[in-house]
């Protein structure tokens, strides 16, 4: 019921940007915080930068002062603006967002299908 959809990836150049969006849709009461996370072939999925929903956000080490996070509360939707690209950024990156669905006063943990970032040199 509950889809989180990511898009704006793409295959561009060293020292180049994109931007990142993923909204949430169905049976949604509120949401809680929402993050990004990424996972290169060969690695483990590693967190890139969350925001909770009163917009306190936390960076990953590799991508501070690069990447901003960033959230639209009335859409439901959250956004990764990333600048100045690595190779190493190079990943599927994935929407992550906890969910409050019904009556119960509980957030679950949803996943997106996951968008390919791919930076050359």
């Known amino acids: 019921q509950v889809q989180l959809v990511e898009s704006g990836g793409g295959l561009v150049q060293a020292g180049g940007s994109l931007r990142l969006s993923c909204a949430a849709s169905?049976?949604?009461?509120?949401?809680?915080?929402m993050g990004w996370y990424r996972q290169a072939p060969g690695k483990q999925r590693e967190l890139v930068a969350t925001?909770?929903?009163?917009?306190?956000?936390n960076y990953a080490d590799s991508v501070k002062g690069r990447f901003t996070i960033s959230r639209d509360n009335a859409k439901n939707t959250v956004f990764l603006q990333m600048n100045s690209l690595k190779p190493e950024d190079t990943a599927v990156y994935f929407c992550?967002?906890?969910?409050?669905?019904?009556?119960?006063?509980?957030?679950?943990?949803?996943w997106g299908q996951g968008t390919l970032v791919t930076v050359s040199s």
């Open positions: 992550n967002a906890n969910i409050r669905t019904g009556v119960l006063i509980r957030y679950l943990e949803h």
């Open positions: 925001i909770t929903s009163g917009g306190i956000t």
């Open positions: 169905g049976s949604i009461f509120s949401i809680n915080a």
